[in-house]
């Protein structure tokens, strides 16, 4: 099928890039990339799960964190009222 495609600058300029870089035709590499993206567009979108990793702070400086005032003055200085 012919048809004419307008390609945003960005787009051509990566196409441009890659054509080079794999020494294929314009038409191959365009419908080789349509071939994939339209592949993806059919399968949802699976969002990865959000992980943290753990670090050791050491060990606890205050005896009692439950007394916030105590807390408080020992990180700040007892004028942090």
């Known amino acids: ?3 004419t ?3 945003d600058d960005d787009v ?3 196409i441009e890039q890659l ?3 794999l020494d294929k ?3 191959e590499l365009v419908n080789e990339a349509l071939r ?4 993806g567009m059919h399968e949802p979108h699976r969002p990865t799960p959000y992980r943290t990793q753990p ?4 060990r606890c ?7 916030v005032a105590s807390a408080l003055a020992a990180a700040e200085g007892e004028g942090h009222r």
Request: net charge positive; no cysteine; hydrophobic share 45%.
């Open 25 to 27: 035709p314009l038409k």
């Open 1 to 3: 099928m012919r048809t």
């Open 36 to 39: 994939r993206g339209l592949a």
């Open 55 to 58: 670090v050791d702070l050491g």
């Open 19 to 21: 054509r080079q870089a």
């Open 61 to 67: 400086r205050l005896p009692n964190v439950d007394d």
């Open 12 to 14: 051509a300029a990566r």
């Open 5 to 7: 495609l307008s390609l």
